[in-house]
T-cell receptor, first 121, second 116 residues
Framework: SAVISQKPSRDICQRGTSLTIQCQVD?????MFWYRQQPGQSLTLIAT?????????ESGFVIDKFPISRPNLTFSTLTVSNMSPEDSSIYLC??????????????????FGSGTRLTVV | AQKITQTQPGMFVQEKEAVTLDCTYD???????LFWYKQPSSGEMIFLIY??????QNATEGRYSLNFQKARKSANLVISASQLGDSAMYFC?????????????FGQGTRLTINP
């Protein structure tokens, strides 16, 4: 399965600043997904990033707050801009990839990066 | 409306016992996929098992099996012979549709604690 390197693994940031999170995949993938997981909550999709086009944002998320870059098929960044304590969350990137599933042949599953634990003070 | 419902916020199980984590889903699509992920305290998301809506047999992966009841729209995860390392958050998720930008929708999760 694909290996995703996500950096930084954690950070503590001052309010009003911005943090850029990077995800590097060891194989080419068409779509990359960015999720937010607020403390004690489930994962919520922020946006879907295709190479060569603007990211598609989910309801409640805007490009000015969460700009995304996707310069090639193996790399993407998510920036959390003008941070406030409410942005304290785990941010995860994810990719689709084919995988051999027992008894089912090949299916599409989602692999995640190790996450970025962000604390805004 | 909630698309994925996990009704058990927390579960406590003795080591070596089997445990069932509940998941119900809501969709009008004929084609969809159901996933279970494990999230240890480190925060990473670990894929456990997948069930497609057209799969007639229940999926199995090692100690994990998925009890898929399509008419009831449920996809419960069964962990056999639980181990201390199984203590984690478990998320059920659904992917809808077969074309376009498919995405995962997650349930609220169940925190599983295995007691020695």
């Amino acid at each position: 399965s694909a290996v995703i390197s996500q950096k930084p693994s954690r950070d503590i940031c001052q309010r009003g600043t911005s943090l850029t999170i990077q995800c590097q995949v060891d194989s080419q993938v068409t779509m990359m997904f960015w999720y937010r997981q607020q403390p004690g909550q489930s994962l919520t999709l922020i946006a879907t990033a295709n190479q060569g086009s603007e990211a598609t944002y989910e309801s409640g998320f805007v490009i000015d707050k969460f700009p995304i870059s996707r310069p090639n098929l193996t790399f993407s960044t998510l920036t959390v801009s003008n941070m406030s304590p409410e942005d304290s969350s785990i941010y995860l990137c994810s990719v689709e990839q084919p995988r051999t599933l027992k008894g089912l042949g090949t299916g599409i599953v989602y692999t995640f990066g190790s996450g970025t634990r962000l604390t805004v003070v | 409306a909630q698309k994925i419902t996990q009704t058990q916020p927390g579960m406590f199980v003795q080591e070596k016992e089997a445990v069932t984590l509940d998941c119900t889903y809501d969709t009008s699509d004929q084609s969809y996929g159901l996933f279970w992920y494990k999230q240890p305290s480190s925060g990473e998301m670990i894929f456990l098992i997948y069930q497609g809506s057209y799969d007639e047999q229940n999926a199995t992966e090692g100690r994990y099996s998925l009890n898929f009841q399509k008419a009831r729209k449920s996809a419960n995860l069964v962990i056999s012979a639980s181990q201390l390392g199984d203590s984690a958050m478990y998320f059920c998720a659904m992917r809808e549709g077969i074309q376009g930008a498919q995405k995962l929708v997650f349930g609220q999760g169940t925190r599983l604690t295995i007691n020695p």
